[in-house]
């Protein structure tokens, strides 16, 4: 599969060093001669200096043959010229573009990006993550946060414990879709009570889900409050 | 009529000044305050400062019913980016671009973004000039 990346900064000399030790066949497109000429001796690949939004430096880059492309760069405005050029010219199956800006996701969206890479939310998503670990995680996202699966870990300090399902007030946009219990899976209705060590999902949206922690967490005034 | 410029360079204000002076209803974006305020106390309009493609900015400077949008920066990724946004998203009647490489002319083409290019007018000129000199 042939694929161009565009940008050569961290995020894209590490893209193109994974892609290139999975055998994949990748062109690296970056302004800087500086910048290519260091990666050009780290990393054997095709390394282009010029400017990806340059649509006869895209030709170059072979974007007539190429699969995949990739917009790293850490302008989003350019991620995005390059992402519509390879869409509206070149009919390229898929292009991901990375946003630096969490504010231009909907921008993105708006202008039919196919997939976007948010490393800003991405990496504020796994520190909170952290923080969260002991009591909730999302296990899983589909279309970007439209809907995810979220972990619920039952232990001491959720102050779910001991309650039925049916006297749970959550948001309305989720549902609990299965308990796990001593490697068994519940299926749980209004009367299914809820135990330490059980293992609850929630089939939530993103906007939906600080909502749900807030109501499980409270600041941890809840778990104090019981001590 | 009510236009937006996108950029408050030379181009941009020297634009703001014509508009105003004929009577339109002008509204300025730049993400630097500095070129903002090199307006001058003579414009009467709307400055917003922001990054000149965010929902939010645009809409202050009041895209939602603008006549214009004219986007006269020197960076030409963020021309196409602003241009994309007032024409797909808030559907603005007219958007004219300011094309800086002129390489990049086929860029503008391919999205269907209305451009002027101003390297190649003023080399129009320039060689009519010289042409018209030779007679």
Same mark, same amino acid.
Request: glycine share 8%; aromatic share 4%.
């Given at each position: 599969?042939?694929?161009?990346?565009?940008?050569?900064?961290?995020?894209?000399?590490?893209?193109?060093?994974?892609?290139?030790?999975?055998? /994949?066949?990748?062109?690296?497109?970056?302004?800087?001669?500086?910048?290519?000429?260091?990666?050009?001796?780290?990393?054997?690949?095709?390394?282009?200096?010029?400017?990806?939004?340059?649509?006869?430096?895209?030709?170059?880059?072979?974007?007539?043959?190429?699969?995949?492309?990739?917009?790293?760069?850490?302008?989003?405005?350019?991620?995005?010229?390059?992402?519509?050029?390879?869409?509206?010219?070149?009919?390229?199956?898929?292009?991901?573009?990375?946003?630096?800006?969490?504010?231009?996701?909907?921008?993105?969206?708006?202008?039919?990006?196919?997939?976007?890479?948010?490393?800003?939310?991405?990496?504020?998503?796994?520190?909170? /993550?952290?923080?969260?670990?002991?009591?909730?995680?999302?296990?899983?996202?589909?279309?970007?946060?439209?809907?995810?699966?979220?972990?619920?870990?039952?232990?001491?300090?959720?102050?779910?414990?001991?309650?039925?399902?049916?006297?749970?007030?959550?948001?309305?946009?989720?549902?609990?879709?299965?308990?796990?219990?001593?490697?068994?899976?519940?299926?749980?209705?209004?009367?299914?009570?809820?135990?330490?060590?059980?293992?609850?999902?929630?089939?939530?949206?993103?906007?939906?889900?600080?909502?749900?922690?807030?109501?499980?967490?409270?600041?941890?005034?809840?778990?104090?409050?019981?001590? | 009529? /009510?236009?937006?410029?996108?950029?408050?360079?030379?181009?941009?204000?020297?634009?703001?000044?014509?508009?105003?002076?004929?009577?339109?209803?002008?509204?300025?974006?730049?993400?630097?305050?500095?070129?903002?305020?090199?307006?001058?106390?003579?414009?009467?309009?709307?400055?917003?400062?922001?990054?000149? /493609?965010?929902?939010?900015?645009?809409?202050?400077?009041?895209?939602?019913?603008?006549?214009?949008?004219?986007?006269?920066?020197?960076?030409?990724?963020?021309?196409?980016?602003?241009?994309?946004?007032?024409?797909?998203?808030?559907?603005?009647?007219?958007?004219?671009?300011?094309?800086?490489?002129?390489?990049?002319?086929?860029?503008?083409?391919?999205?269907?973004?209305?451009?002027?290019?101003?390297?190649?007018?003023?080399?129009?000129?320039?060689?009519?000039?010289?042409?018209?000199?030779?007679?």
């Amino acid at each position: 599969m042939k694929s161009i990346i565009i940008g050569g900064g961290k995020v894209g000399s590490n893209l193109l060093k994974t892609l290139k030790e999975r055998g /994949y066949n990748v062109t690296l497109v970056e302004m800087d001669e500086e910048t290519c000429r260091r990666i050009a001796e780290d990393i054997s690949a095709v390394v282009i200096c010029g400017d990806g939004t340059d649509i006869d430096v895209l030709k170059d880059a072979g974007i007539n043959e190429a699969d995949i492309i990739a917009a790293v760069t850490g302008k989003d405005e350019e991620n995005l010229v390059i992402c519509q050029i390879a869409k509206k010219g070149f009919n390229i199956g898929k292009s991901i573009a990375r946003i630096n800006n969490p504010k231009n996701i909907s921008l993105f969206k708006a202008l039919g990006v196919d997939q976007t890479v948010c490393s800003t939310e991405v990496i504020a998503d796994l520190i909170e /993550y952290e923080f969260d670990r002991d009591i909730c995680k999302i296990v899983q996202t589909f279309d970007r946060g439209a809907m995810i699966l979220v972990e619920v870990a039952v232990n001491e300090n959720n102050r779910w414990l001991d309650m039925f399902i049916k006297d749970i007030v959550l948001p309305s946009e989720c549902v609990v879709a299965s308990i796990l219990r001593d490697g068994k899976v519940i299926f749980p209705r209004g009367d299914t009570q809820i135990c330490r060590n059980d293992s609850m999902h929630i089939i939530t949206n993103r906007s939906t889900f600080p909502e749900i922690k807030k109501l499980l967490h409270d600041g941890g005034a809840y778990a104090k409050k019981k001590k | 009529m /009510y236009i937006i410029i996108i950029g408050s360079g030379r181009l941009g204000r020297m634009l703001s000044e014509e508009l105003t002076d004929a009577g339109h209803n002008v509204s300025v974006v730049d993400r630097d305050s500095k070129r903002l305020e090199a307006l001058g106390t003579g414009f009467n309009g709307l400055s917003v400062k922001g990054i000149e /493609y965010d929902n939010a900015v645009l809409k202050e400077a009041g895209i939602k019913h603008a006549d214009y949008v004219l986007s006269v920066t020197s960076d030409d990724n963020l021309n196409i980016t602003v241009s994309l946004a007032a024409k797909e998203i808030f559907k603005v009647p007219r958007v004219i671009a300011r094309v800086n490489e002129p390489q990049k002319k086929s860029v503008y083409e391919l999205l269907g973004i209305e451009m002027i290019n101003p390297t190649e007018l003023i080399s129009y000129i320039i060689k009519g000039k010289v042409e018209g000199s030779q007679r």
